[in-house]
């Protein structure tokens, strides 16, 4: 009987690992609108045990791709997914077929708009930004009944050329509208006159995260 005991313990432990380390994770079963709202020891058996967690915001890497939970009340509330080549996102399951942007293309502030409707657009700063970090552009999305009142909000660091052309472009427009000072002070985070325009120079810059769910952050004035 002896010599049957440690093929019995082992294979008790195998079966003891939870199937999201006996396999890899599905990136596209993590960043889904079916994680919104559950509770957290069930999102880990998808998604895996976090790299690391600061107060309610828990980070991982799935398939590569980075991916944020913020939880309250021990249920999921906000999922962020940074986006690249290998990492590219389908918001259908979070927003419908009727506002989602096609999944099998890059995701552009552009094809975002055409799908689901015009975002407003926010800043960190455009002058005078200093070096403590890049600066990001946010485009803040409010949807309907139909998209269950999900918030989207896209995001693109300005650290490639394309993009801080277009911020430079929306800098100026709104520069010569208010003045350098209110353009220097973030006036236009509370300002939706120059919306249109970030529109337009942002709409073929590509996406470098998406974040989902409700009372997102977007930078003020």
């Known amino acids: 009987m002896k010599y049957c ?3 019995l313990l082992m294979t008790a432990s195998l079966l003891a690992i939870p199937a999201s380390v006996q396999a890899n994770p ?3 079963k993590v960043f889904s609108g079916d994680m919104l709202g559950t509770n957290l020891r069930y999102f880990e058996s998808i998604a895996g045990i976090a790299r690391e967690s600061w107060g309610d915001e828990h980070h991982y890497v799935v398939n590569g791709c980075a991916v944020r939970a913020t939880v309250g009340g021990d249920r999921v509330h906000t999922l962020r997914m940074e986006v690249g080549p290998e990492c590219q996102v389908d918001l259908t399951s979070f927003i419908g077929e009727s506002f989602a942007p096609p999944a099998n293309q890059p995701l552009t ?3 975002f708009t055409q799908a689901a409707g015009e975002p407003g657009f926010y800043a960190d700063c455009l002058i005078s930004c200093g070096n403590a ?3 990001t552009i946010y485009a803040h999305w409010e949807g309907p009944r139909a998209a ?11 650290i490639e050329d394309d993009a801080i052309q277009a911020s430079n472009k929306w800098s100026d427009a709104m520069t010569k509208g208010h003045g350098e000072d209110w353009v220097m002070m973030t006036g236009f985070n509370c300002d939706r006159t120059y919306d249109e325009y970030a529109q337009q120079y ?3 810059i590509k996406v470098s995260a998406v974040t989902i769910g409700h009372e997102l952050y977007k930078p003020g004035c």
């Open 5 to 7: 005991t440690l093929p």
């Open 26 to 28: 599905d990136i596209s």
């Open 109 to 111: 502030f552009g094809t």
């Open 133 to 135: 970090s890049d600066p």
């Open 148 to 158: 269950n009142f999900l918030e989207v909000v896209l995001e693109a660091m300005l």
């Open 202 to 204: 942002f709409s073929s």
